[in-house]
């Protein structure tokens, strides 16, 4: 980035006047602020506060892909992806976490994970960013320990199906195609 790019995006900004918690709930906040924007109008500006999270493309020692078949009751559906959940305060790092929410989602322990990147979710509207692992030697050796608001039945498809399915418009689930599509190109 250039100074004068530096100087065109600090035109940008927006200045925060106040802000506010103005819903709460398990999982995420609504924070709502009066903002002044760069030509000096004063206006409010509402998000969706969310922890971060990790979304999880677990490969077994044959290749083929765990996913999770899971009721999503704000779309009310069935929703074909992978294995995502939040970071909690439990774990040492977000490594940790991808370890964790694979076992607890679908009873698969791996070998190792790494990570592919971070991505904001749709920082138009929300702060949450997402970290994406792939994790290897994907093997059904643990415990799943679902949460009392999880509906989640296991599953494995090639990654040439579950391509296909993102392709054909069968798994629209985006934290799902940005992984494998990132996966594809630099994984």
């Not at 971060?52 to 077994?60: D, Q, R």
């Not at 050796?141 to 418009?169: C, H, P, Y």
Request: net charge negative.
């Amino acid at each position: 980035m250039t100074d004068e790019d530096a100087d065109t995006h600090e035109d940008l900004a927006w200045e925060t006047l106040d802000e506010e918690v103005a819903y709460a709930c398990p999982g995420f906040e609504i924070v709502h602020q009066d903002v002044r924007l760069p030509d000096g109008t004063e206006t409010d500006f509402d998000y969706l506060h969310d922890e971060p999270a990790v979304v999880v493309l677990p490969f077994t020692p044959d290749g083929d892909v765990v996913v999770v078949e899971e009721w999503r009751q704000a779309v009310e559906r069935v929703n074909r992806g992978l294995p995502a959940g939040g970071v909690e305060q439990a774990d040492a790092d977000v490594a940790a976490t991808a370890h964790r929410e694979l076992e607890e989602e679908t009873g698969y322990v791996a070998d190792e994970v790494e990570e592919l990147g971070a991505f904001e979710a749709a920082n138009g509207v929300t702060d949450a960013v997402h970290h994406y692992f792939v994790a290897r030697g994907c093997e059904p050796t643990g415990e799943q320990e679902l949460d009392f608001n999880e509906s989640i039945q296991v599953d494995t498809t090639t990654l040439a199906e579950l391509k296909a399915g993102i392709r054909d418009g069968d798994v629209p689930d985006a934290r799902t195609a940005l992984a494998v599509t990132y996966y594809e190109l630099f994984g």
